[in-house]
């Protein structure tokens, strides 16, 4: 079982980036999706959902349409794709699946940094 964030990096004010989360060893389809984040002296917070076929997503208020959540059950990868970044987006972006029959997995995380 793994899931593995890629696509962080060092981005400047209002610039962009797509973080990919690509699961392997278990049944990608049967669970939600959702990436966390964590910023330095802070506490993880939700930053998007998306249900286990896509038809639900839901945003943090902080990053509503500026984020863009998605999945693509065939190659078993969640996206969340960033725009307008601001440097208060900084932090580790985690990964994480759900379901309440299956259980939850968490990925190792991908640092993003906004800074001119």
């Known amino acids: 079982v793994q899931l593995a964030e890629s696509g962080g990096g060092l981005v400047q004010p209002g610039g962009s980036l797509r973080l990919s989360c690509a699961a392997s060893?278990?049944?990608?389809?049967?669970?939600?999706a959702k990436w966390y984040r964590q910023a330095p002296g802070k506490e993880r917070e939700l930053v998007a959902f998306?249900?286990?076929?896509?038809?639900?997503?839901s945003y943090a208020d902080s990053v509503k349409g500026r984020f863009t959540i998605s999945r693509d059950n065939v190659k078993n990868t969640a996206y969340l794709q960033m725009s307008s970044l601001k440097p208060d987006d900084t932090a580790v972006y985690y990964c994480?699946?759900?379901?309440?029959?299956?259980?939850?997995?968490w990925g190792q995380g991908t640092q993003v940094t906004v800074s001119s």
């Open positions: 994480n699946v759900y379901s309440g029959l299956l259980g939850s997995f």
């Open positions: 998306i249900s286990s076929v896509g038809s639900t997503t």
């Open positions: 060893g278990f049944s990608f389809s049967n669970y939600i």
